[in-house]
């Protein structure tokens, strides 16, 4: 998972016709149950995200369109899935 609850996050990679709200900053609020592309999130905007049928300030979205906006680094959990390529070396975080 790219977040967690609590994050700020920006929007990327939603397709047409929900792509202008690429690039947005949002606040991550709670996790919502899973949809086909993988988790689910609930969050918040301070200007309205384009939705299925209006403009709101609460939506639900797959965290592949999220990246969190963290202050110091967190656990990337790509390192726990992602094979490591020959020389690469990646500290294990406790």
Same mark, same amino acid.
């Given at each position: 998972m790219n977040c967690q609850k609590d994050d &700020?996050?920006?929007? +990327?990679? &939603?397709?047409?016709?929900?792509?202008? /709200? /690429?690039?947005? +900053? +949002?606040h991550v609020i709670s996790r919502f149950r899973d949809g086909? &592309?993988?988790?689910?999130?609930?969050?918040?905007?301070?200007?309205?995200?384009?939705?299925?049928?209006?403009?709101?300030?609460?939506?639900?979205i797959h965290d592949c369109f999220l990246r969190p906006i963290r202050g110091k680094s967190g656990d990337d959990e790509s390192f726990k899935w992602a094979p490591k390529r020959e020389g690469e070396h990646h500290e294990e975080r406790v």
């Open positions: &700020l996050a920006y929007i +990327v990679g &939603l397709p047409f016709p929900y792509s202008e /709200n /690429n690039g947005h +900053v +949002v086909r &592309l993988g988790p689910r999130w609930k969050l918040e905007c301070q200007t309205p995200l384009r939705g299925p049928t209006k403009y709101t300030k609460i939506g639900i």
